[in-house]
T-cell receptor, first 115, second 114 residues
């Protein structure tokens, strides 16, 4: 079975500071990993995905994540936080399969950005 | 505009009163699924469909039904809602079962069962 652990249900950073949201996964097969963002009262939007190509993945809005197999991690970073980054972020894992391939989500991390 | 739509967005109902939440996508996607989101639990899959007339249970299917008579529509049916089904529900679609394809989410339906 696959699972995702997001460390920290709430992270608070100052505007302009580094954003680091942590995600560790568990998977017995090569994983596909995703980060989604959810703004208040909206659905989930894909930020970036890792699907076994480059280990450093760049996404939208200046976010990037690095796949580290040895650490089973896929942490999300952004060099400089902006007020508009305040949202809830979800890490998710799945894998290549001929059948159902649901996304298995972490519990989410709420990011607050302080002016 | 490519999108997944859900209706209603908000619903308050009472225990035992049957309800349907509609989901429609305009991207000709084969794969559709329903998730529920609860605080501290993230999103969990309820049901999924790999194509028309092909549906199956996800991780938390108890108390729910679905149907897929047309490719674009995937309604979620609660035959006899109970308070533990109070949650935020998301419909999602993807081009195929291949997880490389981006999964698109609807705006969500907030359901309260009294």
């Amino acid at each position: 079975a696959q699972s995702v652990t997001q460390l920290g249900s709430h992270v608070s950073v100052s505007e302009g500071a580094l954003v680091l949201l942590r995600c560790n996964y568990s998977s017995s097969v090569p994983p596909y990993l995703f980060w989604y963002v959810q703004y208040p009262n909206q659905g989930l939007q894909l930020l970036l995905k890792y699907t076994s190509a480059a280990t450093l993945v760049k996404g939208i809005n200046g976010f990037e994540a690095e796949f580290k197999k040895s650490e089973t991690s896929f942490h999300l970073t952004k060099p400089s936080a902006h007020m508009s980054d305040a949202a809830e972020y979800f890490c998710a894992v799945t894998h290549r399969n001929s059948g159902n391939t649901p996304l298995v989500f972490g519990k989410g991390t709420r990011l607050s950005v302080i002016a | 505009e490519a999108q997944v739509t859900q209706n209603p967005r908000y619903l308050i109902t009472v225990t035992g009163k049957k309800l349907t939440v509609t989901c429609s996508q305009n991207m000709n996607h084969e794969y559709m699924s329903w998730y529920r989101q609860d605080p501290g639990l993230g999103l969990r899959q309820i049901y999924y469909s790999m194509n028309v007339e092909v549906t199956d249970k996800g991780d938390v299917p108890e108390g729910y039904k679905v149907s897929r008579k047309e490719k674009r529509n995937f309604p979620l049916i609660l035959e006899s809602p109970s308070p533990n089904q109070t949650s935020l529900y998301f419909c999602a679609s993807r081009m195929t079962t291949n997880p490389y394809n981006e999964q698109f989410f609807g705006p969500g339906t907030r359901l309260t069962v009294l």
